[in-house]
Protein backbone atom coordinates (compact mmCIF):
# COMPACT_ATOMS: atom_id res chain seq x y z
CA UNK A 1 0.00 0.00 0.00
CA UNK A 2 0.95 3.75 -0.65
CA UNK A 3 1.43 4.57 3.13
CA UNK A 4 4.25 1.55 3.77
CA UNK A 5 5.79 2.53 -0.05
CA UNK A 6 6.10 5.73 1.00
CA UNK A 7 7.59 4.43 4.60
CA UNK A 8 9.92 2.38 3.38
CA UNK A 9 11.18 5.20 0.83
CA UNK A 10 12.05 7.61 2.69
CA UNK A 11 14.48 4.93 4.37
CA UNK A 12 16.53 4.09 1.48
CA UNK A 13 17.78 7.75 0.11
CA UNK A 14 17.51 8.12 -3.50
CA UNK A 15 20.74 7.64 -5.71
CA UNK A 16 22.19 11.16 -6.51
CA UNK A 17 25.06 12.16 -8.14
CA UNK A 18 27.19 15.26 -5.82
CA UNK A 19 29.98 17.70 -7.36
CA UNK A 20 32.06 19.46 -5.33
CA UNK A 21 34.87 21.40 -6.80
CA UNK A 22 35.09 19.42 -9.55
CA UNK A 23 34.90 15.90 -8.28
CA UNK A 24 31.82 13.82 -8.49
CA UNK A 25 30.45 11.08 -6.59
CA UNK A 26 27.47 8.95 -7.44
CA UNK A 27 25.36 8.16 -4.37
CA UNK A 28 23.54 4.86 -4.32
CA UNK A 29 22.21 3.99 -0.36
CA UNK A 30 23.74 7.58 0.81
CA UNK A 31 27.43 6.00 -0.12
CA UNK A 32 29.55 6.55 -3.13
CA UNK A 33 29.02 3.79 -5.32
CA UNK A 34 31.59 2.14 -8.24
CA UNK A 35 29.64 1.28 -11.00
CA UNK A 36 30.62 -1.88 -12.11
CA UNK A 37 28.54 -2.25 -14.99
CA UNK A 38 27.97 -4.62 -17.89
CA UNK A 39 25.12 -4.16 -20.50
CA UNK A 40 22.82 -6.62 -22.51
CA UNK A 41 22.81 -6.82 -26.05
CA UNK A 42 19.74 -5.19 -27.11
CA UNK A 43 16.90 -7.06 -27.42
CA UNK A 44 17.39 -8.91 -23.81
CA UNK A 45 14.92 -6.73 -23.03
CA UNK A 46 12.41 -9.36 -22.34
CA UNK A 47 11.33 -11.81 -19.29
CA UNK A 48 12.38 -14.98 -21.59
CA UNK A 49 15.65 -13.25 -21.94
CA UNK A 50 17.07 -12.37 -18.67
CA UNK A 51 18.54 -16.15 -17.58
CA UNK A 52 21.01 -15.73 -20.46
CA UNK A 53 21.69 -12.41 -18.97
CA UNK A 54 22.50 -13.13 -15.18
CA UNK A 55 25.00 -15.71 -15.35
CA UNK A 56 27.43 -13.15 -17.22
CA UNK A 57 26.45 -10.45 -15.05
CA UNK A 58 27.88 -12.74 -12.04
CA UNK A 59 30.68 -14.63 -13.97
CA UNK A 60 32.08 -10.89 -14.27
CA UNK A 61 31.65 -9.77 -10.59
CA UNK A 62 29.09 -6.91 -11.77
CA UNK A 63 27.19 -4.96 -9.43
CA UNK A 64 25.16 -3.40 -11.95
CA UNK A 65 23.03 -4.51 -15.17
CA UNK A 66 22.21 -1.57 -18.16
CA UNK A 67 19.50 -3.12 -19.91
CA UNK A 68 16.85 -1.40 -22.53
CA UNK A 69 12.88 -0.58 -21.51
CA UNK A 70 11.74 -0.43 -24.91
CA UNK A 71 8.58 2.46 -25.78
CA UNK A 72 6.56 -0.27 -28.18
CA UNK A 73 6.76 -2.92 -25.10
CA UNK A 74 5.04 -0.47 -22.27
CA UNK A 75 2.98 1.19 -24.89
CA UNK A 76 2.35 -1.05 -27.94
CA UNK A 77 -1.25 0.60 -27.95
CA UNK A 78 -1.81 4.39 -27.10
CA UNK A 79 -2.77 4.94 -24.06
CA UNK A 80 -2.27 1.25 -22.59
CA UNK A 81 1.18 0.59 -20.89
CA UNK A 82 2.51 -2.86 -19.53
CA UNK A 83 5.53 -2.97 -16.81
CA UNK A 84 5.48 -6.59 -16.46
CA UNK A 85 8.85 -6.78 -17.72
CA UNK A 86 9.86 -4.26 -15.35
CA UNK A 87 7.79 -6.92 -12.66
CA UNK A 88 10.22 -9.52 -13.55
CA UNK A 89 13.76 -7.36 -13.95
CA UNK A 90 13.27 -5.98 -10.43
CA UNK A 91 12.30 -9.01 -8.58
CA UNK A 92 15.36 -10.80 -10.29
CA UNK A 93 17.87 -8.23 -10.20
CA UNK A 94 16.76 -7.43 -6.19
CA UNK A 95 17.75 -11.99 -5.74
CA UNK A 96 20.43 -11.18 -6.97
CA UNK A 97 21.81 -7.69 -5.81
CA UNK A 98 22.24 -6.45 -8.91
CA UNK A 99 21.68 -2.26 -9.53
CA UNK A 100 19.82 -1.33 -13.13
CA UNK A 101 20.38 0.99 -15.00
CA UNK A 102 17.70 1.40 -17.18
CA UNK A 103 18.07 2.56 -21.02
CA UNK A 104 15.07 4.20 -22.21
CA UNK A 105 14.77 3.29 -26.02
CA UNK A 106 12.13 5.29 -27.47
CA UNK A 107 11.91 8.03 -29.94
CA UNK A 108 15.71 7.88 -30.45
CA UNK A 109 17.79 4.35 -30.73
CA UNK A 110 20.75 5.21 -32.81
CA UNK A 111 18.90 7.82 -34.93
CA UNK A 112 16.27 5.78 -35.36
CA UNK A 113 12.52 4.85 -33.81
CA UNK A 114 13.03 1.50 -34.26
CA UNK A 115 11.93 1.07 -30.58
CA UNK A 116 9.00 3.33 -30.60
CA UNK A 117 5.57 1.45 -31.30
CA UNK A 118 4.32 0.97 -34.81
CA UNK A 119 1.86 3.39 -34.26
CA UNK A 120 4.16 6.28 -33.67
CA UNK A 121 6.76 5.17 -36.43
CA UNK A 122 4.25 4.12 -39.16
CA UNK A 123 2.35 7.42 -38.69
CA UNK A 124 4.74 9.90 -40.21
CA UNK A 125 2.06 12.70 -40.60
CA UNK A 126 1.42 12.72 -37.11
CA UNK A 127 5.25 11.90 -35.75
CA UNK A 128 7.46 13.70 -38.53
CA UNK A 129 10.64 12.54 -39.68
CA UNK A 130 13.67 14.75 -40.33
CA UNK A 131 14.04 15.83 -43.51
CA UNK A 132 17.48 16.69 -45.41
CA UNK A 133 18.43 19.42 -47.19
CA UNK A 134 17.50 17.86 -50.58
CA UNK A 135 14.07 17.11 -49.24
CA UNK A 136 15.29 12.94 -48.58
CA UNK A 137 12.83 12.36 -45.35
CA UNK A 138 15.04 10.18 -43.42
CA UNK A 139 13.89 7.77 -41.06
CA UNK A 140 15.24 9.42 -37.94
CA UNK A 141 12.33 11.57 -35.93
CA UNK A 142 12.49 15.14 -35.87
CA UNK A 143 13.02 17.10 -32.47
CA UNK A 144 10.47 19.48 -33.61
CA UNK A 145 7.63 16.94 -33.41
CA UNK A 146 5.80 18.40 -30.86
CA UNK A 147 3.48 15.15 -30.62
CA UNK A 148 6.29 13.06 -30.67
CA UNK A 149 7.94 14.68 -27.73
CA UNK A 150 4.21 15.17 -26.02
CA UNK A 151 3.89 10.90 -26.67
CA UNK A 152 7.48 9.97 -25.69
CA UNK A 153 7.08 12.17 -22.68
CA UNK A 154 3.55 10.50 -21.49
CA UNK A 155 4.97 7.57 -21.60
CA UNK A 156 8.79 8.36 -19.84
CA UNK A 157 6.47 9.88 -17.06
CA UNK A 158 4.68 6.42 -16.74
CA UNK A 159 7.77 4.59 -16.85
CA UNK A 160 8.78 6.89 -14.08
CA UNK A 161 6.01 6.37 -12.38
CA UNK A 162 6.34 2.71 -11.97
CA UNK A 163 9.56 3.10 -10.34
CA UNK A 164 8.12 5.64 -7.79
CA UNK A 165 5.51 3.21 -6.88
CA UNK A 166 7.43 -0.25 -7.67
CA UNK A 167 10.93 -0.15 -6.99
CA UNK A 168 11.20 1.70 -3.18
CA UNK A 169 14.76 0.10 -2.48
CA UNK A 170 15.89 2.07 -6.26
CA UNK A 171 16.89 -1.15 -7.49
CA UNK A 172 16.99 1.01 -10.50
CA UNK A 173 19.67 3.68 -9.80
CA UNK A 174 19.97 5.52 -12.79
CA UNK A 175 17.95 5.95 -16.49
CA UNK A 176 19.36 6.67 -19.71
CA UNK A 177 17.28 8.78 -21.73
CA UNK A 178 16.97 7.61 -25.59
CA UNK A 179 20.14 5.58 -27.13
CA UNK A 180 22.79 7.84 -29.02
CA UNK A 181 20.90 10.07 -30.14
CA UNK A 182 21.35 12.40 -33.09
CA UNK A 183 21.19 11.70 -37.13
CA UNK A 184 23.12 10.09 -39.43
CA UNK A 185 23.11 11.28 -42.52
CA UNK A 186 22.01 15.33 -42.15
CA UNK A 187 22.97 17.95 -39.93
CA UNK A 188 20.10 19.05 -38.89
CA UNK A 189 16.01 19.20 -39.87
CA UNK A 190 15.04 21.08 -43.15
CA UNK A 191 11.56 21.09 -42.36
CA UNK A 192 9.57 23.94 -43.65
CA UNK A 193 8.90 24.04 -39.30
CA UNK A 194 12.72 23.50 -38.61
CA UNK A 195 13.25 26.54 -41.15
CA UNK A 196 11.13 28.78 -39.39
CA UNK A 197 12.60 28.07 -36.07
CA UNK A 198 16.18 27.70 -37.63
CA UNK A 199 15.68 31.46 -38.83
CA UNK A 200 14.58 33.08 -35.26
CA UNK A 201 17.07 34.56 -32.72
CA UNK A 202 19.72 32.01 -31.15
CA UNK A 203 18.49 31.27 -27.23
CA UNK A 204 19.83 34.21 -25.00
CA UNK A 205 21.47 31.15 -23.17
CA UNK A 206 23.54 30.35 -25.94
CA UNK A 207 24.57 33.44 -27.24
CA UNK A 208 26.03 34.28 -23.24
CA UNK A 209 27.67 31.07 -23.71
CA UNK A 210 29.78 31.89 -27.32
CA UNK A 211 29.31 35.95 -26.16
CA UNK A 212 27.81 36.66 -28.90
CA UNK A 213 25.50 39.25 -30.11
CA UNK A 214 21.50 38.36 -31.29
CA UNK A 215 21.04 36.87 -34.83
CA UNK A 216 19.74 33.66 -36.45
CA UNK A 217 21.63 30.66 -35.80
CA UNK A 218 23.26 31.11 -39.74
CA UNK A 219 24.38 34.75 -38.78
CA UNK A 220 25.23 33.85 -35.41
CA UNK A 221 27.40 30.46 -35.78
CA UNK A 222 27.97 30.30 -39.74
CA UNK A 223 29.65 26.55 -40.94
CA UNK A 224 28.74 25.10 -37.13
CA UNK A 225 25.00 26.47 -37.45
CA UNK A 226 23.16 23.40 -39.03
CA UNK A 227 24.88 21.29 -36.28
CA UNK A 228 24.78 23.18 -33.58
CA UNK A 229 20.88 24.02 -34.30
CA UNK A 230 20.19 20.34 -34.07
CA UNK A 231 22.37 19.47 -30.69
CA UNK A 232 20.40 22.50 -29.22
CA UNK A 233 17.14 21.19 -30.28
CA UNK A 234 17.73 17.37 -29.77
CA UNK A 235 19.03 18.79 -25.90
CA UNK A 236 15.64 20.69 -24.79
CA UNK A 237 13.67 17.69 -26.13
CA UNK A 238 15.83 14.99 -23.95
CA UNK A 239 15.67 17.37 -21.72
CA UNK A 240 12.13 17.70 -21.21
CA UNK A 241 11.62 14.60 -21.08
CA UNK A 242 13.93 13.98 -18.53
CA UNK A 243 12.40 17.00 -16.43
CA UNK A 244 9.14 15.44 -16.42
CA UNK A 245 10.47 12.03 -15.38
CA UNK A 246 12.54 13.58 -12.72
CA UNK A 247 9.44 15.13 -10.90
CA UNK A 248 7.78 11.70 -11.04
CA UNK A 249 11.05 10.07 -9.61
CA UNK A 250 14.43 12.12 -8.91
CA UNK A 251 16.78 9.29 -10.62
CA UNK A 252 19.78 10.69 -12.23
CA UNK A 253 19.56 10.93 -15.70
CA UNK A 254 22.26 10.10 -18.27
CA UNK A 255 22.58 10.20 -22.70
CA UNK A 256 25.03 8.17 -24.26
CA UNK A 257 27.09 9.34 -27.12
CA UNK A 258 27.97 7.64 -30.68
CA UNK A 259 30.94 9.26 -30.58
CA UNK A 260 32.66 10.89 -33.16
CA UNK A 261 36.67 10.53 -33.96
CA UNK A 262 38.29 13.00 -32.04
CA UNK A 263 41.35 13.22 -34.31
CA UNK A 264 39.65 12.82 -37.46
CA UNK A 265 35.82 13.67 -37.23
CA UNK A 266 34.91 13.40 -40.53
CA UNK A 267 30.91 14.37 -40.78
CA UNK A 268 29.51 10.72 -41.07
CA UNK A 269 28.87 10.50 -37.30
CA UNK A 270 25.62 11.08 -35.69
CA UNK A 271 25.07 14.69 -35.88
CA UNK A 272 23.12 16.51 -32.88
CA UNK A 273 24.20 13.70 -30.79
CA UNK A 274 26.40 15.12 -27.72
CA UNK A 275 29.72 14.37 -29.51
CA UNK A 276 32.89 16.58 -28.20
CA UNK A 277 32.47 19.61 -30.19
CA UNK A 278 29.11 19.91 -28.93
CA UNK A 279 29.37 19.13 -25.43
CA UNK A 280 29.25 22.69 -23.91
CA UNK A 281 26.12 23.24 -26.04
CA UNK A 282 23.93 20.09 -24.56
CA UNK A 283 24.83 21.17 -21.01
CA UNK A 284 23.02 24.65 -21.89
CA UNK A 285 20.53 22.41 -23.62
CA UNK A 286 19.79 19.65 -21.09
CA UNK A 287 20.26 20.69 -17.34
CA UNK A 288 18.46 17.66 -16.20
CA UNK A 289 20.65 15.06 -17.60
CA UNK A 290 23.65 14.71 -15.03
CA UNK A 291 26.15 12.87 -17.26
CA UNK A 292 27.04 12.95 -20.77
CA UNK A 293 28.39 9.10 -21.45
CA UNK A 294 30.94 8.33 -24.08
CA UNK A 295 30.51 4.43 -25.97
CA UNK A 296 33.95 3.32 -26.72
CA UNK A 297 34.58 1.53 -29.79
CA UNK A 298 37.91 2.94 -30.67
CA UNK A 299 40.80 0.27 -29.64
CA UNK A 300 43.69 2.06 -29.70
CA UNK A 301 44.89 3.33 -26.17
CA UNK A 302 45.41 7.51 -27.54
CA UNK A 303 42.25 7.70 -29.11
CA UNK A 304 40.34 6.19 -25.97
CA UNK A 305 42.43 8.77 -23.58
CA UNK A 306 41.22 11.73 -25.78
CA UNK A 307 37.82 10.34 -25.15
CA UNK A 308 38.05 9.79 -21.25
CA UNK A 309 39.74 13.36 -21.47
CA UNK A 310 37.07 15.29 -23.36
CA UNK A 311 34.13 12.98 -21.15
CA UNK A 312 35.55 13.55 -17.76
CA UNK A 313 35.14 17.33 -16.57
CA UNK A 314 33.76 19.61 -13.74
CA UNK A 315 30.43 19.71 -15.35
CA UNK A 316 30.30 15.77 -16.19
CA UNK A 317 31.10 13.02 -14.49
CA UNK A 318 33.03 10.43 -16.24
CA UNK A 319 30.48 7.15 -16.82
CA UNK A 320 31.80 4.97 -19.33
CA UNK A 321 28.31 4.21 -20.57
CA UNK A 322 29.34 1.65 -23.59
CA UNK A 323 32.94 0.14 -24.21
CA UNK A 324 33.52 -2.42 -26.85
CA UNK A 325 33.68 -6.56 -25.13
CA UNK A 326 36.35 -7.42 -26.31
CA UNK A 327 40.05 -7.90 -24.65
CA UNK A 328 42.02 -4.58 -25.68
CA UNK A 329 39.40 -2.14 -24.42
CA UNK A 330 39.14 -4.04 -20.68
CA UNK A 331 42.29 -2.35 -19.87
CA UNK A 332 40.81 1.48 -19.77
CA UNK A 333 38.85 0.35 -16.72
CA UNK A 334 42.19 1.65 -15.62
CA UNK A 335 42.04 5.03 -17.42
CA UNK A 336 38.21 5.62 -16.65
CA UNK A 337 38.81 5.47 -13.12
CA UNK A 338 42.20 7.71 -13.58
CA UNK A 339 39.56 10.10 -14.61
CA UNK A 340 37.57 10.17 -11.56
CA UNK A 341 35.04 7.90 -13.43
CA UNK A 342 31.81 6.38 -11.61
CA UNK A 343 31.56 3.16 -13.71
CA UNK A 344 32.16 0.90 -16.54
CA UNK A 345 30.06 -0.79 -18.88
CA UNK A 346 31.38 -2.95 -21.67
CA UNK A 347 28.71 -3.51 -24.09
CA UNK A 348 26.99 -7.19 -25.41
CA UNK A 349 27.25 -8.96 -22.05
CA UNK A 350 24.52 -11.52 -22.07
CA UNK A 351 24.48 -15.70 -23.73
CA UNK A 352 21.44 -13.83 -26.20
CA UNK A 353 23.24 -15.31 -28.65
CA UNK A 354 24.42 -11.89 -30.64
CA UNK A 355 27.63 -10.89 -30.77
CA UNK A 356 29.16 -7.14 -32.16
CA UNK A 357 32.23 -7.84 -34.04
CA UNK A 358 34.28 -5.96 -35.26
CA UNK A 359 33.32 -3.45 -32.57
CA UNK A 360 33.31 -5.93 -29.93
CA UNK A 361 34.60 -9.69 -29.34
CA UNK A 362 33.39 -12.14 -32.13
CA UNK A 363 31.61 -14.37 -29.64
CA UNK A 364 30.42 -14.15 -25.95
CA UNK A 365 32.23 -16.94 -23.99
CA UNK A 366 34.53 -17.51 -20.90
CA UNK A 367 37.01 -16.65 -22.45
CA UNK A 368 35.49 -12.94 -23.52
CA UNK A 369 34.35 -12.11 -20.18
CA UNK A 370 37.85 -13.36 -18.45
CA UNK A 371 39.36 -9.97 -18.88
CA UNK A 372 36.37 -7.85 -17.11
CA UNK A 373 35.57 -10.25 -14.37
CA UNK A 374 39.73 -10.02 -13.71
CA UNK A 375 39.13 -6.30 -13.32
CA UNK A 376 35.67 -6.55 -11.35
CA UNK A 377 37.04 -9.41 -8.70
CA UNK A 378 39.93 -7.22 -8.35
CA UNK A 379 37.73 -4.06 -7.42
CA UNK A 380 34.70 -5.26 -6.33
CA UNK A 381 35.51 -6.34 -3.01
CA UNK A 382 36.24 -2.92 -2.10
CA UNK A 383 34.02 -0.53 -4.69
CA UNK A 384 33.07 1.65 -2.25
CA UNK A 385 36.18 2.11 -0.46
CA UNK A 386 37.66 2.92 -3.84
CA UNK A 387 34.69 5.63 -4.60
CA UNK A 388 34.95 7.05 -1.71
CA UNK A 389 38.67 7.63 -2.36
CA UNK A 390 38.07 8.83 -5.89
CA UNK A 391 35.72 11.76 -4.39
CA UNK A 392 37.58 12.57 -1.44
CA UNK A 393 41.54 12.19 -1.98
CA UNK A 394 43.61 12.43 -5.34
CA UNK A 395 43.82 9.52 -7.82
CA UNK A 396 45.53 8.07 -10.21
CA UNK A 397 45.06 5.67 -12.89
CA UNK A 398 46.33 4.53 -16.45
CA UNK A 399 46.42 1.46 -18.42
CA UNK A 400 48.98 -0.24 -20.57
CA UNK A 401 49.60 2.38 -23.53
CA UNK A 402 51.12 0.30 -26.31
CA UNK A 403 48.51 -0.89 -29.26
CA UNK A 404 49.39 -4.68 -29.20
CA UNK A 405 46.32 -5.27 -31.76
CA UNK A 406 46.04 -4.67 -35.53
CA UNK A 407 42.05 -5.51 -34.49
CA UNK A 408 39.73 -3.44 -37.71
CA UNK A 409 38.04 -0.94 -35.15
CA UNK A 410 35.28 1.18 -36.27
CA UNK A 411 34.77 2.86 -39.29
CA UNK A 412 35.76 6.48 -37.90
CA UNK A 413 38.60 5.22 -35.65
CA UNK A 414 41.38 5.18 -38.30
CA UNK A 415 44.31 7.62 -36.25
CA UNK A 416 47.78 6.09 -36.20
CA UNK A 417 48.39 3.71 -33.75
CA UNK A 418 51.43 5.37 -32.21
CA UNK A 419 51.26 6.04 -29.07
CA UNK A 420 51.82 10.20 -27.37
CA UNK A 421 52.94 8.43 -24.32
CA UNK A 422 57.06 8.74 -23.30
CA UNK A 423 57.22 5.43 -24.20
CA UNK A 424 55.60 2.63 -25.47
CA UNK A 425 56.25 0.67 -22.59
CA UNK A 426 56.47 3.07 -19.20
CA UNK A 427 54.28 5.62 -17.79
CA UNK A 428 55.40 8.40 -15.15
CA UNK A 429 52.76 9.90 -13.11
CA UNK A 430 53.02 13.08 -11.02
CA UNK A 431 51.67 12.13 -7.39
CA UNK A 432 52.97 15.24 -5.86
CA UNK A 433 55.98 14.81 -3.74
CA UNK A 434 56.52 11.91 -5.41
CA UNK A 435 56.33 10.49 -8.84
CA UNK A 436 55.45 6.77 -9.53
CA UNK A 437 56.60 4.90 -13.25
CA UNK A 438 54.32 2.51 -14.00
CA UNK A 439 55.77 -0.15 -16.72
CA UNK A 440 54.83 -3.35 -18.43
CA UNK A 441 56.18 -6.67 -19.20
CA UNK A 442 59.35 -7.35 -17.25
CA UNK A 443 60.56 -9.88 -14.81
CA UNK A 444 59.69 -9.39 -11.46
CA UNK A 445 63.62 -9.07 -10.55
CA UNK A 446 66.31 -7.09 -11.67
CA UNK A 447 65.89 -3.95 -14.13
CA UNK A 448 65.76 -5.61 -17.11
CA UNK A 449 63.67 -2.83 -19.57
CA UNK A 450 59.93 -3.42 -19.92
CA UNK A 451 58.66 -5.19 -23.13
CA UNK A 452 54.94 -4.73 -22.56
CA UNK A 453 52.31 -7.12 -22.13
CA UNK A 454 50.95 -9.28 -25.13
CA UNK A 455 48.21 -8.16 -25.93
CA UNK A 456 48.75 -5.18 -24.22
CA UNK A 457 46.39 -5.40 -20.56
CA UNK A 458 48.31 -4.08 -17.84
CA UNK A 459 47.28 -1.06 -15.35
CA UNK A 460 47.53 0.69 -12.46
CA UNK A 461 45.67 2.31 -9.62
CA UNK A 462 47.21 4.93 -7.43
CA UNK A 463 45.24 7.06 -4.39
CA UNK A 464 47.21 8.95 -2.43
CA UNK A 465 46.30 8.64 1.41
CA UNK A 466 48.46 11.20 3.28
CA UNK A 467 51.51 13.09 2.53
CA UNK A 468 53.75 10.21 1.33
CA UNK A 469 51.38 7.51 1.60
CA UNK A 470 49.39 5.91 -0.92
CA UNK A 471 47.43 2.98 -1.93
CA UNK A 472 48.45 1.02 -4.75
CA UNK A 473 46.85 -1.97 -6.99
CA UNK A 474 47.44 -2.86 -10.66
CA UNK A 475 47.58 -5.84 -12.67
CA UNK A 476 50.70 -7.34 -14.87
CA UNK A 477 52.83 -3.99 -13.91
CA UNK A 478 55.66 -2.66 -12.13
CA UNK A 479 55.05 0.34 -9.71
CA UNK A 480 58.40 2.09 -8.59
CA UNK A 481 58.02 5.46 -6.65
CA UNK A 482 60.70 7.89 -6.53
CA UNK A 483 61.13 11.42 -5.08
CA UNK A 484 59.42 14.53 -7.77
CA UNK A 485 61.56 17.62 -8.08
CA UNK A 486 60.62 18.46 -4.96
CA UNK A 487 62.11 16.54 -2.50
CA UNK A 488 64.53 15.34 -5.06
CA UNK A 489 68.02 16.22 -3.19
CA UNK A 490 67.14 14.19 0.07
CA UNK A 491 68.02 10.62 0.57
CA UNK A 492 64.71 8.51 0.49
CA UNK A 493 63.43 5.24 0.84
CA UNK A 494 60.56 2.87 0.95
CA UNK A 495 59.81 3.08 4.78
CA UNK A 496 56.97 0.17 4.49
CA UNK A 497 54.73 -1.80 2.35
CA UNK A 498 51.82 -3.36 3.83
CA UNK A 499 49.96 -5.66 1.86
CA UNK A 500 46.09 -6.47 3.15
CA UNK A 501 42.76 -6.29 1.85
CA UNK A 502 39.14 -4.22 2.62
CA UNK A 503 36.67 -5.73 4.91
CA UNK A 504 32.98 -5.57 4.25
CA UNK A 505 32.98 -2.66 5.98
CA UNK A 506 35.73 -1.04 4.00
CA UNK A 507 38.43 -1.87 6.94
CA UNK A 508 42.03 -2.27 6.34
CA UNK A 509 43.18 -5.57 7.17
CA UNK A 510 46.48 -6.34 7.38
CA UNK A 511 48.27 -9.30 5.67
CA UNK A 512 52.23 -8.90 5.44
CA UNK A 513 54.64 -6.30 5.29
CA UNK A 514 56.54 -6.30 1.42
CA UNK A 515 60.14 -5.68 1.68
CA UNK A 516 63.72 -7.86 0.37
CA UNK A 517 63.17 -9.57 -3.58
CA UNK A 518 59.57 -7.96 -3.06
CA UNK A 519 60.27 -4.38 -3.04
CA UNK A 520 63.77 -4.34 -4.44
CA UNK A 521 62.67 -4.14 -8.01
CA UNK A 522 60.18 -1.82 -7.65
CA UNK A 523 56.81 -3.40 -6.55
CA UNK A 524 55.74 -5.90 -9.19
CA UNK A 525 52.10 -6.71 -9.91
CA UNK A 526 51.23 -9.98 -11.92
CA UNK A 527 47.56 -11.36 -12.65
CA UNK A 528 46.92 -11.97 -9.09
CA UNK A 529 45.30 -9.15 -7.01
CA UNK A 530 46.96 -7.17 -4.71
CA UNK A 531 46.46 -4.13 -2.92
CA UNK A 532 49.13 -2.56 -0.95
CA UNK A 533 49.24 0.49 1.31
CA UNK A 534 53.05 2.17 0.38
CA UNK A 535 54.95 4.43 2.72
CA UNK A 536 57.38 6.02 1.97
CA UNK A 537 60.01 8.72 3.71
CA UNK A 538 63.02 10.96 2.90
CA UNK A 539 66.21 11.71 6.07
CA UNK A 540 68.59 13.70 6.76
CA UNK A 541 71.97 12.66 6.73
C1 LIG B 1 25.95 1.01 -29.91
C2 LIG B 1 25.93 -0.51 -30.00
C3 LIG B 1 24.48 -0.90 -29.74
C4 LIG B 1 28.83 1.32 -39.54
C5 LIG B 1 26.43 -1.18 -31.24
C6 LIG B 1 27.56 1.90 -31.52
C7 LIG B 1 24.11 0.10 -28.69
C8 LIG B 1 24.58 1.37 -29.33
N1 LIG B 1 26.19 1.72 -31.12
O1 LIG B 1 26.48 -2.59 -31.01
O2 LIG B 1 23.64 -0.78 -30.84
O3 LIG B 1 22.76 0.15 -28.35
O4 LIG B 1 24.56 2.40 -28.38
C9 LIG B 1 27.66 2.61 -32.84
C10 LIG B 1 29.05 2.53 -33.39
C11 LIG B 1 29.11 2.99 -34.83
C12 LIG B 1 29.55 1.90 -35.80
C13 LIG B 1 29.00 2.15 -37.19
C14 LIG B 1 29.39 1.06 -38.19
Same mark, same amino acid.
Given at each position: ???????????????????????? &???? %????? *? /??? =???? @?? +???? #????????????????????????????????????????????? &???? %????? *? /??? =???? @?? +???? #????????????????????????????????????????????????? %?????????????????????????????????????????????????????????????????????????????????????????????????????????????????????????????????????????????????????????????????????????????????????????????????????????????????????????????????????????????????????????????????????????????????????????????????????????????????????????????????????????????????????????????????????????????????????????
Amino acid at each position: NRQSQNASQASVPLPDIVTREGKH &AFLV %DGEPF *L /LLG =AQTN @NS +ANYP #AMLDKVWPVVAAMQANTLGIPVAWEQIEPVEGQFDFSFLDVLIEQ &AAER %DIKVV *L /LWF =ATWK @NN +APHY #APAWVKLDNQRFPRVVTENKRVLNSLSPHGKNTLAADKKAFVRLMTYLR %DHDPEHQVIMVQVQNEVGTYGSKRDFSPAAEALFNQTVPEALLKLYQQPAGTWQQVFGENADEYFHAWSIGRYVDDIAAAGKAVKDLPMNVNVALRNPFNPGDGYSMGGPTDNVIDIWKVAAPHIDMISPDIYFRDHKTVNRVLELYSRDDNPLFVAEIGNDQPYARYFFSTLGKQGIGFAPFGMDYTDYANFPLGAKVVNDETIAPFAELYSLMAPWASVWAKLSFENDTWGVAEPHDSTSDKAVWNARVSAKSDDDSQFQQTLDLGRWNAEVSYGRPMFWIDPPTGNHPASGGALIAKLGEDEYLITALRARVTLSPSSEIEQLPYMIERVEEGHFDADGNWVFERVWNGDQTDWGLNFTSQPHILKVKMATYKQ
